[in-house]
């Protein structure tokens, strides 16, 4: 679609509601011309420079870095160099890394120190902590046809999700895309996920699958990734494929705003327990999330593979996080200090950052990998707490 026929005044609302990515729009008079020159004897206030946001770090300030099995992280940095090797900056160091795979703890220990520099992540305001959540690819009951207990759908991408790629528009949209659907001659905004669900009929065609849960779909659209298993048995794979472009808005978040749940009892179970109690209420907990993924088969990956991250490999448990690439490199080995689920204990490892999520934004800010089935959905429901970053910057050599 040519952006010409696109209004203006759209345009801008779109780019707003419906980019994948972006920052916070100006303040309100940002764009205004001053009416008058600047009136004497008043200085402009100060604006404090955002902090860069890699901080040079040694080892031993890496919190338990002596503790941990890294031979693990080398396995999962193996399955990063499967998208990283083919680029300049890392050929020489997944080549190497190669040659350690099975090697023993502290031989890995070693090629990492020896061939990264850690540096600390940090937020724009100086600090170095910031919220640190747990994902999984979860498990759902489902049938190809809709029927008894077989209710609720899990959508593929449908024909009138328009999508425009604003890479060629200008420089500071790159990676951004607009989503809608035609009215007319106009592109307006792609339907919400409560509108979605009001027309049935309409998207009976595009539909993947039918589950026996709502709540599964639902959390499945929140993961953005998981395992289908058919009443033969069978279990097939399904991935992200698109959304509507509308803002996500945390559906915990709402519950705890209308009075319906503590803040300690918003974890998924929590959230599970309530959608049954107040089945009728359902329909309330859609509205409070615009946003709506779509979702397609993937195939070619094995029974004993995790579900691809947005690096574009399998993703591993307990060794992969969600970053937000702005900060954070898909591909980079990233170091975590954190409480575990439920602040239980702490999560000091070595981790890969082979995905990311649309909740995930900002310098000090990731969700951690669980894995597959219930009892990593139970660890990744009560995983919310604040932690510390090192990104491993890869050093180069003359002879690389």
Not at 39 to 47: R, S, T, W, Y
Not at 123 to 143: K, R, V
Not at 183 to 199: D, H, N, W
Request: some cysteine; proline content about 9%.
């Amino acid at each position: 679609m040519s952006l010409r026929q696109i209004p203006c005044s759209w345009l801008a609302a779109l780019l707003l509601a419906a980019c994948t990515s972006g920052g916070p729009p100006a303040p309100d008079g940002a764009a205004r011309p001053a009416s008058c020159p600047p009136c004497p004897g008043i200085k402009p206030p100060l604006v404090t420079p955002a902090a860069p946001p890699l901080r040079p770090a040694s080892w031993s300030d890496l919190p338990g870095w002596g503790e941990d099995d890294v031979s693990a992280a080398l396995d999962a940095f193996l399955v990063s160099c499967q998208a990283l090797a083919r680029k300049p900056a890392w050929t020489a160091v997944c080549t190497e890394a190669e040659l350690h795979r099975g090697a023993g703890r502290d031989e890995i220990k070693k090629f990492f120190m020896a061939r990264f520099q850690p540096s600390q992540v940090v937020n724009p305001d100086g600090s170095t902590e910031g919220l640190i959540t747990g994902y999984y690819e979860p498990l759902l009951h489902a049938d190809r046809k809709p029927g008894g207990a077989y209710r609720f759908p899990i959508y593929g991408v449908p024909d009138d999700l328009i999508v425009v790629d604003l890479t060629d528009v200008h420089p500071e949209l790159k990676s951004m895309r607009l989503r809608g659907r035609l009215q007319g001659r106009r592109l307006v905004p792609y339907f919400t996920r409560s509108e979605i669900a009001r027309q049935p009929e309409k998207y009976a065609q595009s539909a993947l699958f039918w589950a026996e849960d709502a709540m599964d779909v639902v959390f499945l659209q929140v993961q953005g990734s998981g395992r289908v298993e058919l009443p033969d048995g069978s279990r097939v794979r399904v991935g992200y494929a698109d959304q509507n472009g509308q803002p996500y808005a945390s559906i915990g978040r709402w519950l705890i705003d209308q009075g319906e749940l503590r803040a300690d009892a918003a974890s998924m179970q929590g959230i599970r327990d309530w959608a049954r109690s107040n089945p009728a209420r359902l329909p309330d907990l859609q509205k409070a999330d615009p946003s709506f993924v779509f979702f397609r088969i993937l195939t070619g990956l094995r029974d004993d593979e995790g579900p691809l991250g947005a690096l574009g490999v399998p993703l591993s448990a307990e060794r992969s996080l969600a970053v937000d690439p702005r900060t954070i490199p898909l591909g980079s080995m990233v170091w975590l200090d954190a409480p575990g689920p439920g602040n239980e204990g702490r999560l000091r490892r070595l981790m890969a950052a082979q995905d990311t999520g649309g909740a995930i934004r900002g310098a000090v800010r990731a969700d951690f990998y669980w894995g597959t089935g219930a009892a990593a959905g139970a660890q990744a429901g009560r995983m919310k707490s604040r932690g510390g970053m090192w990104v491993f910057v890869p050093l180069q050599r003359t002879e690389d």
